[in-house]
C-alpha cells in the first residue's frame, strides 16, 4: 500500500503563486508515475502535471504549461506542484494519485489508471 498526503492548498488571488505538497509512505516502487488532478464541481477529473519517479520524465496538460511546475524530492518521498499566475479557472479541488507502471504518458492521463490518492487539498483563485 501507498499513502499519499495533500497539504498547501488555500486562498489564493489571481496572478498569485501556491505550492502543493504530495508526501508518500509506505511501499515502495521503482517504476511509479505521480500525477496531479483536479476536479472543479460539474467538471471530470483532469491530469494537470505528472512525474515518473525515477527517470523525471514530466507532463504538464496545455492548460498550465509555463505556469505549472512539478517536481520530486527523492529524499523527502514529495512531490511537488508549484502553481504559479494562477487563474480563476485553477479553482478545483486537487488530488495526488500514484500509478505502478512504465508507458507513455498518454496511457497515464485517465484518473482509472492509479491506483493509490489522497484526500485532495481545495485550491481557490479569487478574481
Known amino acids: 500500500q501507498v499513502q499519499l498526503v495533500e497539504s498547501g492548498g488555500g486562498l489564493v488571488q489571481t496572478g498569485g503563486s501556491l505550492r502543493l505538497s504530495c508526501a508518500a509512505s509506505?511501499?515502495?516502487?521503482?517504476?511509479?508515475?505521480v500525477g496531479w488532478f483536479r476536479q472543479a464541481p460539474g467538471k471530470e477529473r483532469e491530469l494537470v502535471a505528472g512525474?515518473?519517479?525515477?527517470?523525471?520524465?514530466?507532463y504538464y496538460a496545455d492548460s498550465v504549461k509555463g505556469r505549472f511546475t512539478i517536481s520530486r524530492d527523492g529524499a523527502k518521498n514529495t512531490v511537488y506542484l508549484q502553481m504559479n499566475s494562477v487563474k480563476p479557472e485553477d479553482t478545483a479541488e486537487y488530488y495526488c494519485a500514484a500509478a505502478v507502471g512504465v508507458g507513455r504518458w498518454s496511457d497515464y492521463v485517465k484518473s482509472s489508471e492509479y491506483t493509490y490518492w489522497g484526500q485532495g487539498t481545495q485550491v481557490t483563485v479569487s478574481s
Open positions: 512525474i515518473t519517479w525515477s527517470a523525471n520524465s514530466q
Open positions: 509506505g511501499r515502495t516502487f521503482s517504476n511509479v508515475i
